[in-house]
Protein backbone atom coordinates (compact mmCIF):
# COMPACT_ATOMS: atom_id res chain seq x y z
CA UNK A 1 0.00 0.00 0.00
CA UNK A 2 1.41 2.91 -0.80
CA UNK A 3 1.30 6.42 0.80
CA UNK A 4 1.47 8.67 -1.96
CA UNK A 5 -0.87 6.85 -4.39
CA UNK A 6 -3.46 6.57 -1.69
CA UNK A 7 -3.05 10.33 -0.56
CA UNK A 8 -3.05 12.08 -3.49
CA UNK A 9 -6.71 12.75 -3.93
CA UNK A 10 -6.94 15.40 -1.11
CA UNK A 11 -3.64 16.71 -2.56
CA UNK A 12 -5.71 18.62 -4.71
CA UNK A 13 -7.24 20.36 -2.34
CA UNK A 14 -6.20 23.72 -1.87
CA UNK A 15 -3.39 23.43 0.85
CA UNK A 16 -0.15 25.00 1.16
CA UNK A 17 2.28 22.30 -0.28
CA UNK A 18 3.95 21.76 3.13
CA UNK A 19 1.08 21.10 4.68
CA UNK A 20 -0.18 17.93 1.84
CA UNK A 21 -0.57 15.08 3.80
CA UNK A 22 2.06 12.84 1.97
CA UNK A 23 4.68 15.62 3.29
CA UNK A 24 3.14 14.96 6.57
CA UNK A 25 3.20 11.17 6.56
CA UNK A 26 3.59 8.12 4.60
CA UNK A 27 1.83 4.31 5.36
CA UNK A 28 3.64 1.73 3.07
CA UNK A 29 4.32 -2.12 3.89
CA UNK A 30 2.38 -1.85 6.98
CA UNK A 31 4.79 0.82 8.30
CA UNK A 32 3.73 4.31 9.40
CA UNK A 33 6.90 7.12 8.82
CA UNK A 34 5.73 10.48 10.37
CA UNK A 35 7.71 12.86 8.12
CA UNK A 36 6.37 16.03 9.93
CA UNK A 37 4.58 16.60 13.07
CA UNK A 38 3.49 19.79 13.17
CA UNK A 39 4.93 20.98 16.37
CA UNK A 40 8.81 23.35 16.41
CA UNK A 41 10.66 20.49 18.09
CA UNK A 42 12.57 19.42 15.05
CA UNK A 43 12.86 15.45 14.72
CA UNK A 44 14.20 13.36 12.18
CA UNK A 45 11.55 11.34 10.67
CA UNK A 46 10.35 9.11 13.05
CA UNK A 47 9.15 5.17 11.76
CA UNK A 48 6.66 3.30 13.44
CA UNK A 49 5.97 -0.54 12.98
CA UNK A 50 3.27 -0.74 16.22
CA UNK A 51 0.42 1.71 16.97
CA UNK A 52 2.44 1.67 20.32
CA UNK A 53 5.39 3.45 18.98
CA UNK A 54 2.87 5.97 17.93
CA UNK A 55 1.36 6.08 21.73
CA UNK A 56 5.46 6.61 22.63
CA UNK A 57 5.72 9.50 20.19
CA UNK A 58 2.81 11.49 20.75
CA UNK A 59 3.65 10.97 24.48
CA UNK A 60 6.62 13.60 23.61
CA UNK A 61 4.45 16.37 22.51
CA UNK A 62 3.86 19.09 25.25
CA UNK A 63 0.66 19.82 23.51
CA UNK A 64 -2.09 19.14 20.72
CA UNK A 65 -1.33 20.32 17.58
CA UNK A 66 -4.05 19.91 14.21
CA UNK A 67 -1.35 17.45 13.53
CA UNK A 68 -1.83 15.19 16.96
CA UNK A 69 -5.27 13.93 15.40
CA UNK A 70 -3.36 13.20 12.21
CA UNK A 71 -1.16 11.17 14.01
CA UNK A 72 -3.55 9.57 16.12
CA UNK A 73 -5.44 8.60 13.65
CA UNK A 74 -2.76 7.15 11.27
CA UNK A 75 -1.77 5.58 14.44
CA UNK A 76 -5.73 3.97 14.39
CA UNK A 77 -4.37 2.82 10.71
CA UNK A 78 -1.08 1.11 11.49
CA UNK A 79 -3.32 -0.86 14.16
CA UNK A 80 -5.69 -2.26 11.86
CA UNK A 81 -2.99 -3.35 9.57
CA UNK A 82 -1.63 -5.36 11.95
CA UNK A 83 -4.38 -7.01 13.99
CA UNK A 84 -5.13 -10.50 13.54
CA UNK A 85 -7.53 -11.61 11.03
CA UNK A 86 -10.02 -12.91 13.36
CA UNK A 87 -12.83 -10.52 13.78
CA UNK A 88 -13.89 -10.38 17.32
CA UNK A 89 -9.92 -10.50 17.88
CA UNK A 90 -9.16 -7.68 15.45
CA UNK A 91 -12.01 -5.38 16.99
CA UNK A 92 -10.73 -5.73 20.77
CA UNK A 93 -7.09 -4.90 19.09
CA UNK A 94 -8.65 -1.94 18.00
CA UNK A 95 -10.87 -0.79 20.63
CA UNK A 96 -7.57 -1.34 22.85
CA UNK A 97 -5.34 0.93 20.36
CA UNK A 98 -8.29 3.46 20.38
CA UNK A 99 -8.74 3.58 23.94
CA UNK A 100 -4.35 3.74 24.25
CA UNK A 101 -3.87 6.65 21.52
CA UNK A 102 -6.95 8.88 22.68
CA UNK A 103 -5.39 8.70 26.18
CA UNK A 104 -2.26 10.31 25.55
CA UNK A 105 -1.44 12.66 28.14
CA UNK A 106 -4.92 12.51 28.76
CA UNK A 107 -5.93 15.71 27.08
CA UNK A 108 -9.25 16.15 25.10
CA UNK A 109 -9.48 12.69 25.46
CA UNK A 110 -13.53 12.97 24.65
CA UNK A 111 -12.65 14.24 21.12
CA UNK A 112 -10.14 12.03 20.58
CA UNK A 113 -12.04 9.19 21.29
CA UNK A 114 -14.93 10.48 19.26
CA UNK A 115 -12.90 10.55 16.42
CA UNK A 116 -11.19 7.57 16.31
CA UNK A 117 -14.11 5.32 17.37
CA UNK A 118 -16.16 7.18 14.30
CA UNK A 119 -13.51 6.17 11.73
CA UNK A 120 -13.77 2.74 12.66
CA UNK A 121 -17.48 2.87 12.43
CA UNK A 122 -17.58 4.15 9.38
CA UNK A 123 -14.64 1.12 8.23
CA UNK A 124 -16.80 -1.26 9.80
CA UNK A 125 -20.12 -0.37 7.96
CA UNK A 126 -18.53 -0.35 4.48
CA UNK A 127 -16.65 -3.62 5.28
CA UNK A 128 -20.22 -5.27 4.51
CA UNK A 129 -20.14 -3.61 0.98
CA UNK A 130 -16.31 -5.37 0.61
CA UNK A 131 -14.17 -2.64 1.28
CA UNK A 132 -10.73 -2.84 3.16
CA UNK A 133 -11.23 -1.74 6.71
CA UNK A 134 -7.78 -0.01 6.73
CA UNK A 135 -8.23 1.48 3.64
CA UNK A 136 -11.24 2.94 4.73
CA UNK A 137 -9.66 4.01 7.89
CA UNK A 138 -6.78 5.78 5.93
CA UNK A 139 -9.36 7.66 3.97
CA UNK A 140 -11.12 8.86 7.46
CA UNK A 141 -8.34 10.07 8.24
CA UNK A 142 -7.59 11.54 4.46
CA UNK A 143 -10.70 13.46 5.00
CA UNK A 144 -10.30 14.70 9.05
CA UNK A 145 -6.89 16.02 8.18
CA UNK A 146 -8.54 18.20 4.88
CA UNK A 147 -10.88 19.02 6.60
CA UNK A 148 -8.61 20.73 9.99
CA UNK A 149 -6.56 22.40 7.79
CA UNK A 150 -9.25 23.93 5.69
CA UNK A 151 -11.04 25.09 8.92
CA UNK A 152 -7.45 27.02 9.88
CA UNK A 153 -7.54 28.15 6.19
CA UNK A 154 -11.32 29.74 6.82
CA UNK A 155 -9.70 30.86 10.51
CA UNK A 156 -6.76 32.69 9.09
CA UNK A 157 -9.13 34.40 6.69
CA UNK A 158 -11.37 35.94 9.30
CA UNK A 159 -7.72 36.82 11.15
CA UNK A 160 -6.68 38.59 7.85
CA UNK A 161 -10.27 40.33 7.29
CA UNK A 162 -9.47 42.17 10.74
CA UNK A 163 -6.14 43.36 9.90
CA UNK A 164 -5.99 46.73 7.94
CA UNK A 165 -3.17 47.63 5.01
CA UNK A 166 0.48 47.51 6.13
CA UNK A 167 -0.02 46.44 9.88
CA UNK A 168 2.81 44.87 11.11
CA UNK A 169 1.61 41.79 13.21
CA UNK A 170 3.44 39.52 15.07
CA UNK A 171 2.67 35.43 15.17
CA UNK A 172 3.98 34.31 19.07
CA UNK A 173 5.15 31.19 18.95
CA UNK A 174 2.68 29.61 16.56
CA UNK A 175 2.16 25.79 16.12
CA UNK A 176 3.71 24.99 12.92
CA UNK A 177 0.03 24.32 10.79
CA UNK A 178 -1.17 27.59 12.22
CA UNK A 179 2.24 29.61 11.15
CA UNK A 180 1.88 28.18 7.57
CA UNK A 181 -1.79 28.45 6.98
CA UNK A 182 -1.31 32.33 7.83
CA UNK A 183 1.40 33.43 6.29
CA UNK A 184 0.20 31.80 3.16
CA UNK A 185 -2.89 33.70 3.68
CA UNK A 186 -1.12 36.75 4.42
CA UNK A 187 0.88 36.73 1.09
CA UNK A 188 -2.04 36.35 -0.88
CA UNK A 189 -3.57 39.46 0.77
CA UNK A 190 -3.11 43.00 -1.20
CA UNK A 191 -2.87 44.25 2.26
CA UNK A 192 0.70 44.09 2.28
CA UNK A 193 0.75 42.83 5.66
CA UNK A 194 4.65 42.31 7.67
CA UNK A 195 4.03 39.62 9.80
CA UNK A 196 6.77 38.95 12.31
CA UNK A 197 7.15 34.92 13.55
CA UNK A 198 9.01 34.35 16.74
CA UNK A 199 10.21 30.98 15.23
CA UNK A 200 12.42 32.16 12.13
CA UNK A 201 12.96 35.81 12.59
CA UNK A 202 16.30 36.84 13.77
CA UNK A 203 15.20 38.68 16.78
CA UNK A 204 15.27 38.02 20.61
CA UNK A 205 12.41 39.08 23.02
CA UNK A 206 13.99 42.63 24.41
CA UNK A 207 13.27 43.88 20.69
CA UNK A 208 9.77 42.20 20.18
CA UNK A 209 8.46 43.48 23.50
CA UNK A 210 10.73 46.91 22.39
CA UNK A 211 8.60 46.63 19.39
CA UNK A 212 5.34 46.43 21.40
CA UNK A 213 5.87 49.04 24.26
CA UNK A 214 6.88 51.37 20.75
CA UNK A 215 3.76 50.65 18.76
CA UNK A 216 5.95 49.37 15.96
CA UNK A 217 4.33 46.01 16.49
CA UNK A 218 0.49 46.67 15.75
CA UNK A 219 -1.33 43.23 16.69
CA UNK A 220 -0.45 40.25 18.15
CA UNK A 221 -1.51 36.87 17.67
CA UNK A 222 -0.87 33.75 20.05
CA UNK A 223 -2.21 30.34 19.73
CA UNK A 224 -4.54 28.61 22.27
CA UNK A 225 -2.78 25.72 23.09
CA UNK A 226 -6.21 24.65 25.61
CA UNK A 227 -9.15 27.24 25.23
CA UNK A 228 -11.75 26.79 28.27
CA UNK A 229 -14.78 28.00 27.64
CA UNK A 230 -14.81 31.01 29.75
CA UNK A 231 -12.39 32.23 27.27
CA UNK A 232 -9.42 31.16 29.94
CA UNK A 233 -6.39 30.29 27.44
CA UNK A 234 -3.11 27.92 28.03
CA UNK A 235 -0.07 30.03 26.28
CA UNK A 236 3.54 29.79 26.17
CA UNK A 237 5.60 31.62 28.33
CA UNK A 238 6.61 33.82 25.86
CA UNK A 239 3.28 34.57 24.64
CA UNK A 240 2.26 35.23 27.90
CA UNK A 241 4.75 38.10 28.09
CA UNK A 242 4.21 39.62 24.35
CA UNK A 243 0.22 39.47 25.14
CA UNK A 244 0.32 41.18 28.62
CA UNK A 245 2.73 43.83 27.02
CA UNK A 246 0.49 44.17 24.26
CA UNK A 247 -2.98 44.58 26.60
CA UNK A 248 -0.68 47.12 28.38
CA UNK A 249 0.00 49.29 25.47
CA UNK A 250 -3.57 49.17 23.90
CA UNK A 251 -2.30 46.57 21.42
CA UNK A 252 -5.18 43.88 20.57
CA UNK A 253 -4.34 40.36 21.05
CA UNK A 254 -6.06 37.72 18.85
CA UNK A 255 -6.27 34.24 19.97
CA UNK A 256 -6.90 31.14 17.38
CA UNK A 257 -8.01 27.53 18.22
CA UNK A 258 -10.39 25.16 18.71
CA UNK A 259 -11.75 25.25 22.28
CA UNK A 260 -11.63 22.51 24.16
CA UNK A 261 -14.51 20.56 25.49
CA UNK A 262 -13.10 18.70 28.26
CA UNK A 263 -12.19 22.25 30.13
CA UNK A 264 -14.55 25.09 31.37
CA UNK A 265 -12.48 27.84 33.40
CA UNK A 266 -8.43 28.19 33.93
CA UNK A 267 -9.13 26.34 36.91
CA UNK A 268 -8.68 23.16 34.71
CA UNK A 269 -5.54 24.23 33.44
CA UNK A 270 -4.49 23.37 37.17
CA UNK A 271 -6.15 19.64 37.36
CA UNK A 272 -4.38 19.01 34.12
CA UNK A 273 -0.76 20.36 34.75
CA UNK A 274 -0.45 22.17 38.11
CA UNK A 275 3.06 23.08 37.12
CA UNK A 276 1.81 25.27 34.29
CA UNK A 277 1.42 28.68 34.92
CA UNK A 278 1.53 30.97 31.92
CA UNK A 279 -2.58 30.97 31.76
CA UNK A 280 -4.22 34.04 29.28
CA UNK A 281 -7.05 35.24 31.05
CA UNK A 282 -9.94 36.50 29.37
CA UNK A 283 -9.33 40.17 30.26
CA UNK A 284 -5.88 40.38 28.21
CA UNK A 285 -7.96 39.10 24.83
CA UNK A 286 -9.33 41.19 21.97
CA UNK A 287 -10.77 38.55 20.49
CA UNK A 288 -10.86 34.31 20.03
CA UNK A 289 -10.89 33.58 16.58
CA UNK A 290 -12.63 29.95 16.23
CA UNK A 291 -13.99 27.46 13.59
CA UNK A 292 -17.44 28.69 14.64
CA UNK A 293 -16.25 32.09 13.95
CA UNK A 294 -14.86 35.16 16.11
CA UNK A 295 -16.25 35.44 19.59
CA UNK A 296 -15.40 38.68 22.40
CA UNK A 297 -13.70 36.00 25.26
CA UNK A 298 -17.24 36.58 27.66
CA UNK A 299 -19.03 35.33 25.24
CA UNK A 300 -17.69 32.19 23.91
CA UNK A 301 -19.41 29.56 25.91
CA UNK A 302 -21.93 30.27 22.87
CA UNK A 303 -19.75 28.77 20.35
CA UNK A 304 -20.74 25.82 21.72
CA UNK A 305 -24.79 26.30 22.39
CA UNK A 306 -24.99 23.59 19.04
CA UNK A 307 -23.20 20.49 18.23
CA UNK A 308 -22.78 21.45 14.68
CA UNK A 309 -18.52 20.88 14.78
CA UNK A 310 -16.23 17.68 14.21
CA UNK A 311 -14.06 18.77 16.58
CA UNK A 312 -16.80 18.87 19.79
Known sequence: MN?????????????????????????EDNKLRILKSGIEIDRQVVECEH????????????????ATFLILGMGLVLASSQAISNQKSRLEVMNQAIYELSHVNSRNSNEKSFFLEECLKEALDQKNEGRNITKVILSSVEADWNHRCL???????AMEELLTLGQTVLLSE???VYEEILLWIFAQSNKQLNP??????QRNQEELLLGLNNHRIENVIVQGEL???????????????YAKTAKENQIPVFVM???????YSGRDFKLLEPEYEKLLMPSVITEIITDKGRFRPEYLEGSFDEYNSEFY
Do not use: C, W
Open 3 to 27: GGTIMDHINKKELPDKLKIDQMVLF
Open 51 to 66: YRDVVKYLEQEPVDHP
Open 151 to 157: TIVKMAK
Open 174 to 176: LDS
Open 196 to 201: LTTHSE
Open 227 to 241: IARNGSTKVSSNSSK
Open 257 to 263: GIPSQDL
